[in-house]
Nanobody, 122 residues
């Protein structure tokens, strides 16, 4: 069974930085894209950033120039470096892994992490 374990959330002041990590485990043979979504209270979930296995990344307009997504394919881990944080970045951040193929099940399947809270406040 595949698990995505997130870490790195917390409380930070406006202008501060946080780094989120998400490690996928569970006899993974391959996975396609990895990414981060977020959901703020009362709002719909939105894509924050996504990165392909060949390290091509795309970002939401609201985080361009402030957030950087990266990936370690050998560790099946994705990172999100968040700089110049704003109160509007406050949300639960969810890790996503697309089309995961495991040694036990060759059917590509998407998985989600449990979410990590990011709060930007003075």
């Amino acid at each position: 069974q595949v698990q995505l374990v997130e870490s790195g959330g917390g409380l930070v002041q406006p202008g501060g930085s946080l780094r989120l990590s998400c490690a996928a485990s569970g006899s993974i043979y391959s996975l396609r894209d990895m990414g981060w979504y977020r959901q703020a209270p009362g709002k719909q979930s939105e894509l924050v950033a996504r990165i392909t296995a060949s390290h091509n990344a795309n970002y939401a307009d609201s985080v361009k120039g402030r957030f950087t997504i990266s990936r370690d394919n050998a560790k099946n881990t994705v990172y999100l470096q968040m700089n110049s944080l704003r109160p509007e970045d406050t949300a639960v951040y969810y890790c996503h892994a697309a089309e995961v193929v495991t040694l036990r099940d060759l059917t590509p399947t998407d998985y989600w992490g449990q979410g990590t809270q990011v709060t930007v406040s003075s």
